[in-house]
């Protein structure tokens, strides 16, 4: 299949084009068109022009175009899916590629429901008040390899939902997902030309998006470090940002919790997606009286779970997705490896050209390893000692991320009491990772500015403007 870049509802070849690579093989997997920067400027200028048409919709039409999306997602679910496998890794079993494309669909037509109305503040015979939201204009999605087609969706249908216009910038290890759906929703004459664009390119692109002057605010999810460069560059302008940033998320272990029935709930907290998620729980802490159980009962599950290609039908997890992330989980299991950690299970590099890593339980992990402070993305849980509770959660608290956390106990309403001391922007008790989109989600601390999902992520999208009128 051919790609192209999408601008102003027509096809764009670009000069370039760049390799993307099946994780699971290490193989070329197709030619990416390579966007540039006059790409992006004539992306941002379509969207300009198409905004003003857009906003002014009547907002049964929006929702409607949102209803068509969601209906054509569905209906191409396993042409989607079979493209995240290839490119991404996510196997075709379990919580994988098809439940990416399943929670598109059910993210858009969630989203399809709401709205914000206007409020009226104050209504007397003297005066009347009202607060409108007013969609903010050019938005800038620009999205992670993790999660590259249902990321784009929680950035894009609420932009579209409000009224507002959007340049997408994917990814370049896992694009293909993307141009081909907004290759679909282009042919299929759902939008008005120039609503929706989606421009690949480098880090010049993305620097771009960050000072464009006719950007009105950019949706980014990624690193810490990436973030920060958004923001930075995107204060010229005054952009709004809604920044999901890296977590290192912490889960607390009561003491005298019986894990064995809590075994599967920790298990896809953990390792869904190999462990590349942003709310996986990647640092877990057992009290010393059930530190030996709990680390038995992790290996012992996690050796009964299939990790290879995606592609063959009883795989459970795949492969990480880039080079980049593989050789950073060897690093980190070795750095553990090397300062006295006990590796449970896994923490070999296998042989071959993919990416595929197996699951992995560290033993005696503590906060001098770079598994345990630094966030690892990957297939690899570090189980980390504690004997007294305030300690724990101390410790849990110590990093400068915050973006979920959990405690797991016998007694939901005693774990909770804990859950609620910890710092995060979701606290889950006997349980991690689970979103809804009815329910907010956003991190704290370095863990990004703003909130999605549900009115509050809508509300991201649009500015507050008062009407007041003298009677």
Same mark, same amino acid.
């Given at each position: 299949?051919?790609? *192209?870049?999408?601008?102003?509802?027509?096809?764009?070849?670009?000069?370039?084009?760049?390799?993307?690579?099946?994780?699971?093989?290490?193989?070329?997997?197709?030619?990416?068109?390579?966007?540039?920067?006059?790409?992006?400027?004539?992306?941002?200028?379509?969207?300009?022009?198409?905004?003003?048409?857009?906003?002014?919709?009547?907002?049964?039409?929006? #929702?409607?175009?949102?209803?068509?999306?969601?209906?054509?997602?569905?209906?191409?679910?396993?042409?989607?899916?079979?493209?995240?496998?290839?490119?991404?890794? /996510?196997?075709?079993?379990?919580?994988?590629?098809?439940?990416?494309?399943?929670?598109?669909?059910?993210?858009?037509?969630?989203?399809?429901?709401?709205?914000?109305?206007?409020?009226?503040?104050?209504? !007397?015979?003297?005066?009347?008040?009202?607060?409108? $939201?007013?969609?903010?204009?050019?938005?800038?999605?620009? !999205?992670?390899?993790?999660?590259?087609?249902?990321?784009?969706?929680?950035?894009?249908?609420?932009?579209?939902?409000?009224?507002? !216009?959007?340049?997408?910038?994917? *990814?370049? &290890?896992?694009?293909?997902?993307?141009?081909?759906?907004? #290759?679909?929703?282009?042919?299929?004459?759902?939008?008005?030309?120039?609503?929706?664009?989606?421009? !690949?390119?480098?880090?010049?692109?993305?620097?771009?998006?960050?000072?464009?002057?006719?950007?009105?605010?950019?949706?980014?999810?990624?690193?810490?470090?990436?973030?920060?460069?958004?923001?930075?560059?995107?204060? *010229?302008?005054?952009?709004r940002l809604t920044l999901e940033l890296g977590g290192n998320d912490a889960g607390i272990v009561l003491p005298?919790?019986?894990?064995?029935?809590?075994?599967? @709930?920790?298990?896809?907290?953990?390792?869904?997606?190999?462990?590349?998620?942003?709310?996986?729980?990647?640092?877990?802490?057992?009290?010393?009286?059930? &530190?030996?159980?709990?680390?038995?009962?992790?290996?012992?599950?996690?050796?009964?779970?299939?990790?290879?290609?995606?592609?063959?039908?009883?795989?459970?997890?795949?492969?990480?997705?880039?080079?980049?992330?593989?050789?950073?989980?060897?690093?980190?299991?070795?750095?553990? $490896?090397?300062?006295?950690?006990?590796?449970?299970?896994?923490?070999? /590099?296998?042989?071959?050209?993919?990416?595929?890593?197996?699951?992995?339980?560290?033993?005696?992990?503590?906060?001098?390893?770079?598994?345990?402070?630094?966030?690892?993305?990957?297939?690899?849980?570090?189980?980390?000692? &504690?004997?007294?509770? @305030?300690?724990?959660?101390?410790?849990?608290?110590?990093?400068?991320?915050?973006?979920?956390?959990?405690?797991?106990?016998?007694?939901?309403?005693?774990?909770? /009491?804990?859950?609620?001391?910890?710092?995060?922007?979701?606290?889950?008790?006997?349980?991690?990772?689970?979103?809804?989109?009815?329910?907010?989600?956003?991190?704290?601390?370095?863990?990004?500015?703003?909130?999605?999902?549900?009115?509050?992520?809508?509300?991201? &999208?649009?500015?507050?403007?008062?009407?007041?009128?003298?009677?």
């Amino acid at each position: 299949m051919t790609y *192209s870049l999408i601008i102003d509802g027509k096809a764009v070849d670009a000069r370039e084009s760049f390799d993307v690579i099946n994780p699971a093989t290490g193989e070329v997997l197709a030619a990416c068109p390579q966007g540039s920067v006059a790409d992006l400027d004539n992306a941002v200028a379509a969207a300009k022009r198409a905004f003003p048409g857009w906003a002014a919709k009547p907002d049964a039409e929006r #929702q409607e175009a949102l209803g068509k999306i969601a209906d054509l997602i569905e209906a191409h679910q396993a042409e989607l899916a079979a493209l995240i496998t290839a490119e991404q890794g /996510k196997p075709q079993a379990g919580p994988g590629a098809p439940f990416e494309v399943g929670g598109c669909v059910a993210w858009t037509r969630v989203t399809q429901g709401l709205s914000v109305e206007p409020e009226v503040l104050i209504d !007397t015979d003297e005066e009347r008040v009202e607060l409108i $939201r007013e969609p903010v204009g050019v938005v800038a999605s620009i !999205t992670p390899w993790n999660w590259p087609l249902m990321i784009a969706v929680w950035h894009v249908m609420p932009a579209l939902r409000a009224g507002c !216009t959007v340049v997408m910038k994917p *990814s370049p &290890y896992t694009p293909l997902s993307t141009l081909r759906l907004v #290759q679909m929703i282009t042919e299929a004459g759902i939008l008005p030309a120039g609503v929706l664009n989606v421009v !690949t390119g480098d880090a010049e692109v993305g620097d771009r998006i960050s000072g464009h002057p006719d950007i009105d605010k950019i949706a980014f999810t990624g690193s810490i470090a990436t973030g920060r460069r958004i923001m930075e560059r995107a204060g *010229s302008t005054l952009k709004r940002l809604t920044l999901e940033l890296g977590g290192n998320d912490a889960g607390i272990v009561l003491p005298g919790t019986d894990m064995s029935k809590r075994m599967e @709930d920790l298990f896809w907290g953990s390792f869904i997606n190999a462990g590349q998620t942003c709310s996986c729980l990647k640092r877990l802490y057992v009290h010393d009286d059930d &530190y030996d159980a709990v680390c038995e009962g992790l290996a012992n599950f996690v050796g009964g779970i299939k990790v290879g290609n995606g592609a063959e039908p009883d795989t459970l997890i795949g492969p990480l997705s880039n080079k980049m992330q593989f050789d950073k989980i060897v690093e980190l299991v070795e750095d553990a $490896r090397t300062k006295g950690a006990r590796i449970l299970t896994g923490g070999e /590099k296998p042989n071959g050209k993919g990416y595929i890593y197996p699951l992995t339980i560290i033993a005696d992990a503590t906060e001098e390893m770079r598994v345990v402070n630094e966030e690892q993305f990957g297939p690899v849980l570090p189980v980390i000692r &504690y004997g007294d509770l @305030d300690d724990a959660i101390a410790r849990a608290n110590a990093l400068e991320v915050g973006l979920g956390a959990s405690a797991w106990g016998n007694d939901p309403e005693e774990a909770a /009491k804990v859950a609620r001391k910890l710092v995060a922007g979701t606290r889950w008790v006997n349980r991690h990772g689970v979103l809804n989109p009815t329910v907010p989600m956003g991190g704290v601390k370095q863990s990004g500015i703003g909130v999605e999902f549900g009115e509050e992520g809508l509300r991201e &999208y649009t500015t507050v403007q008062i009407l007041s009128i003298a009677k």
